[in-house]
């Protein structure tokens, strides 16, 4: 058991990629820390670098306070679950397990009484004298874990184990990683590239992005209180809505829109002329004619998913679409190619609940939140007002 | 501990960098290439040794210092035109090596792509037998093909080449079916609706994408045909016979019955030179074509 | 009549249709296969067929095409008391022991080598493969230059460390010979075999055992070694069929005038099928050579037979059925 303590870590590869640069962190003893970015983002190479796999450039790392930077992967008193598991296809479930053990001279005893223990808890009673080849892959999942807890390490280190799961079964072993870490209470550090994932495993996150970390907070913070554009974007799928306003006339401009900066109070003062205007698509009330809240859009539905549960509606906004790098890696992280060629407007999503109307092709008019509309400064892409959970409704009404 | 007490342990730490394991993992690659140069300087030594000996004196086989001085280089020039026509019997050799390594290298492929893609029955018994032949040993098979070769009345002809080559090779066969078998069958689905039948879609499509195994088979069956004995010297008269024969008789000193060994040595590194050329050319392709193949267990 | 009728009579013709479309496939199939089937039948199965038979025969040069007579098993006899065909055995033997582990040795060895990290990996890989590629004659010619008594290279650096400078490699140690050339002339393509190998070995198992502690000797030997085991099997029965078949370099390493199946091996490499081909072209005796053959075949497959049994107990099968 043991906290981990990254100091200035950089790493660069011998062909000049950079790939983590200048990361700090502060990981305490007992906390599941989830490492979350695009792919290239450089968080399984500091993960790798964690372990020892990797040689870091310059930096420090700590484990439990022992500076390990020098030191081998074995002697770091680690342990790691692989995304493709990396079990000996040629030992039985029982000799996988032992391995690590073996290695260490354990007495034979202790190894049985070990690897009984993590089969108990993991489920792997029945399997222990099979190959992996005869194994499912939640399975051999979890005889990848069953490996790394026989060794009882100060930390546990895993590399996105959940992305070769079936969508159904990375559910349940999620919650059941979950509550495997409540009951062993191990740090460990955990790679993904799902938000999701992060948001729901980690008592605190790491968003990275280009070998820097963005953000590090809990997932609410980082839900509420994005500190930079990329976060904001990145964490809460489908992507917050972002568009470039005017700062002008006490009102805050863009399309054919004009929003009045007195609903948000002192703060405006501090707005500079133009900023980036974010909205989560679930921050929306689709409001009618009566109703007249003090900040409203609207606009033609072009696209609508009816998910059951929740209608997704998409309806073009006539403003440039924001472009940053950033935003293009995130939509080239999430696989989502436009099959068309790209709008020339702006395209916001909106969540809103289910029912019997169809949307498409209409017009809807949507009230937002002053409260829960966030502010970017379209150079730094560094958040402008300080944001925080917000409980009650979307005003309707101004 | 507390978290400052941590960061000065660590800002003391720093400065301490990895001098330990650097030095030891380059230690570890200095010794790792000592010993590649060693074993490659071992491995070149005989190739090296040849070239060195062809310089000599003729008569005086490989006695004398080991560097030849002075170094005789018409050797070489003796060796090509001095007692027999080296051109002639290199144009032989070309001749027999396309006869066999052209055609074979097509029809494996497409008993390859038959094994791997084509329905029909007995097919995975008959592969099995293919593969079967393999284990034919040379000892039992050469002398009655020779017999057989014979009273077809091929004798002293270049047919028994021409069949070889029709007929493929198994072992390329089984390097072909393995490879084709990895295609994802959606290639065949896809040509299929458009139309294409089994020989079309073997040609357009499979051939062109298997330059890797193409390499391999040509590399494999030509340098084994250009440089075959056996066959040549039991049934080819001196007109046709290969350079892989004639380089073994043909360097003798006509009056004293002497091999004349650098001649000999001289004919052979020219007798290399052209398989060398085709490897080199061939040789990124070669090593994935080998990977691709794969062997499974 | 009508539109009640049609339907019938379309599903009676389906499967009239599908069978002629799968006849067809076969057809097309055996097509493919005909240009080997036609080699293979001319080539290969009617002269076994053949040996077979006149390896009961008294087939000689005399009566090639005049009085052949069958004479039973006299010419397998007559082998069995033919002291030369066993000694030729013993050679074989003793070729087989001793090239196939050196071959296995220097093959992996070199691939453990190339698969270590080095810079230049092209360059090496060529270098041990051109050997390869050097036709057999030329790689004749080059030992017999390595071996000469009065200047071979071997000899020079045996006198320079000390020993006897004057070594009949071709004559007194003519099997070390020949070991030198093949090993020599085979390990490049081994060692890719191998190298292919290795690299089917995932790196994350060794960052596994790594982690885990585990040292390179015994990652070595508990992960390396045993994942390479089908290609250690493979490159195990090559190697058998190899030595087995060795025919032209005792020929063209054998010292005198003109190479030919005439020429006079030294006693040390005189294998079997070199036995047979003397009996054949030099007695003219090609019943006899035939039944040789023919024992030496069926040794050879016994012997194969059993290295695949044994593979069961040390080859790794990746194969494994899903939820044994």
Request: glycine share 8%.
């Amino acid at each position: 058991m043991a906290g981990i303590e990254l100091q200035t870590i950089v790493k660069t590869f011998p062909n000049g990629v950079r790939a983590v640069d200048g990361v700090d962190l502060t990981i305490e003893d007992g906390e599941f820390m989830v490492l979350v970015g695009p792919s290239g983002c450089g968080k399984t190479t500091l993960l790798r670098c964690i372990a020892g796999l990797e040689d870091v450039s310059e930096g420090a790392i700590l484990i439990g306070s022992r500076d390990v930077t020098d030191v081998n992967p074995k002697d770091r008193d680690i342990a790691m679950v692989f995304q493709n598991y990396a079990l000996y296809p040629h030992m039985t479930v029982r000799k996988n397990l032992a391995y690590g053990l073996k290695v260490r001279r354990t007495p034979r005893k202790e190894i049985a009484a070990r690897i009984a223990e993590a089969a108990r808890i993991l489920g792997l009673e029945e399997l222990m004298d099979r190959r992996p080849m005869a194994l499912s892959g939640g399975q051999r999942q979890r005889v990848a874990m069953g490996r790394a807890m026989a060794r009882r390490p100060a930390v546990y280190l895993m590399d996105e184990p959940l992305s070769n799961l079936d969508a159904k079964l990375r559910v349940r072993v999620r919650g059941d990683l979950s509550r495997l870490h409540s009951q062993l209470g191990v740090t460990t550090v955990y790679v993904t590239h799902d938000q999701v994932e992060a948001m729901t495993l980690g008592q605190r996150a790491a968003v990275m992005n280009e070998g820097k970390i963005q953000q590090v907070d809990t997932p609410q913070a980082l839900y509420w209180s994005p500190s930079n554009l990329f976060v904001a974007a990145f964490i809460g799928s489908p992507s917050m809505n972002l568009v470039e306003a005017r700062v002008a006339d006490g009102c805050l401009r863009f399309a054919d829109f004009s929003l009045p900066l007195s609903e948000l109070g002192p703060e405006a003062a501090n707005l500079p002329d133009r900023i980036i205007l974010g909205v989560r698509p679930e921050h929306f009330a689709q409001v009618d004619e009566a109703q007249s809240p003090a900040w409203a859009i609207e606009g033609e539905v072009s696209v609508e998913e009816n998910l059951g549960a929740e209608v997704l509606v998409v309806f073009p906004v006539n403003a440039p679409p924001i472009e940053t790098d950033e935003i293009v890696s995130i939509r080239a992280g999430e696989e989502e190619e436009a099959l068309l060629a790209q709008e020339a407007r702006a395209l916001f999503t909106a969540r809103l609940p289910s029912g019997t109307r169809r949307l498409l092709g209409s017009k809807i008019r949507l009230a937002l939140d002053p409260a829960r509309c966030y502010f970017f400064d379209p150079d730094t892409r560094e958040s402008l007002l300080s944001r925080a959970p917000v409980d009650e409704p979307i005003p309707a009404l101004a | 501990m507390t978290q400052g007490a941590v960061a000065a342990e660590g800002v003391r730490a720093r400065p301490r960098r990895r001098k330990r394991g650097v030095a030891k993992r380059l230690a570890g690659s200095v010794l790792l290439h000592a010993v590649v140069v060693v074993l490659a300087v071992v491995f070149l030594a005989p190739i090296i040794w040849g070239f060195l000996s062809s310089l000599r004196e003729v008569h005086q086989g490989v006695s004398g210092s080991a560097i030849p001085r002075p170094a005789h280089w018409d050797n070489y020039r003796y060796a090509w035109s001095g007692l027999f026509a080296f051109s002639h019997y290199l144009r032989n050799t070309a001749v027999l090596t396309f006869l066999g390594t052209a055609p074979a290298v097509l029809t494996s492929a497409l008993a390859g792509y038959a094994f791997a893609r084509m329905r029909a029955r007995g097919r995975n018994a008959f592969f099995i037998f293919v593969l079967a032949t393999t284990f034919i040993p040379f000892a039992v098979s050469f002398i009655p093909t020779f017999w057989v070769i014979v009273e077809l009345g091929m004798y002293s002809t270049r047919w028994p080449w021409v069949i070889w080559g029709i007929s493929g090779n198994a072992f390329l066969i089984f390097l072909f079916r393995q490879f084709y078998a990895s295609f994802p069958s959606e290639l065949d689905d896809a040509a299929a609706i458009d139309g294409a039948g089994h020989l079309r879609t073997f040609i357009q499509i499979y051939l062109p994408n298997s330059i890797g195994p193409l390499a391999v088979a040509v590399v494999i069956l030509g340098t084994g045909w250009w440089g075959e004995y056996i066959y040549a010297s039991l049934l080819l008269p001196d007109q046709l016979l290969p350079l892989g024969v004639k380089v073994a008789n043909g360097y003798y000193d006509p009056g004293q019955q002497f091999a004349l060994v650098p001649i000999q040595l001289a004919g052979s590194l020219l007798f290399t030179i052209p398989p060398l050329l085709a490897f080199f050319a061939l040789q990124k392709r070669l090593a994935r074509g080998i990977v691709t193949t794969g062997l499974k267990g | 009549m009508g539109t009640a009728e049609t339907p019938v009579a379309a599903t009676a013709a389906l499967p009239r249709r599908r069978a002629s479309r799968r006849r067809r496939e076969t057809l097309a199939f055996y097509g493919f296969l005909s240009p080997w089937l036609l080699g293979f039948v001319l080539l290969t199965s009617i002269p076994l067929v053949l040996a077979f038979a006149m390896s009961f025969s008294n087939l000689t040069t005399v009566n090639l095409h005049t009085n052949l007579q069958y004479v039973g098993a006299d010419n397998y006899v007559r082998a069995y008391h033919d002291h030369e065909m066993w000694f030729a055995f013993q050679r074989t033997g003793i070729l087989i022991l001793t090239i196939v582990p050196l071959w296995l040795v220097t093959q992996l060895a070199l691939a453990l080598l190339l698969n270590a990290g080095l810079r230049f990996l092209g360059l090496w890989r060529t270098i041990f493969y051109i050997a390869v590629i050097v036709p057999v004659v030329a790689k004749a010619s080059i030992w017999k230059a390595m071996t000469d008594p009065d200047g071979g290279l071997l000899n020079r650096v045996l006198g320079a460390l000390g020993g006897s400078s004057n070594v009949s490699w071709l004559v007194d140690h003519s099997t070390a010979t020949l070991l030198m050339l093949l090993v020599w002339g085979s390990a490049g393509l081994g060692m890719l075999i191998f190298l292919a190998g290795l690299r089917g070995i995932p790196e994350e198992l060794y960052e596994v055992a790594r982690i885990d502690g585990a040292g390179a000797v015994r990652r070595f030997f508990t992960i390396t070694l045993p994942l390479l085991t089908p290609v250690i099997m493979f490159q195990l029965v090559w190697g058998l069929f190899g030595a087995a078949n060795v025919l032209v370099e005792p020929i063209l390493l054998s010292p005198g005038l003109q190479s030919g199946i005439g020429s006079t091996v030294p006693s040390g490499n005189t294998f079997v099928n070199l036995y047979a081909l003397q009996r054949i072209f030099g007695d003219g005796d090609f019943g006899y050579g035939a039944a040789i053959a023919w024992i030496f075949v069926v040794l050879l497959l016994l012997v194969t037979a059993l290295v695949f049994w044994s593979g069961r107990f040390w080859v790794f099968h990746a194969r494994e059925q899903y939820g044994k």
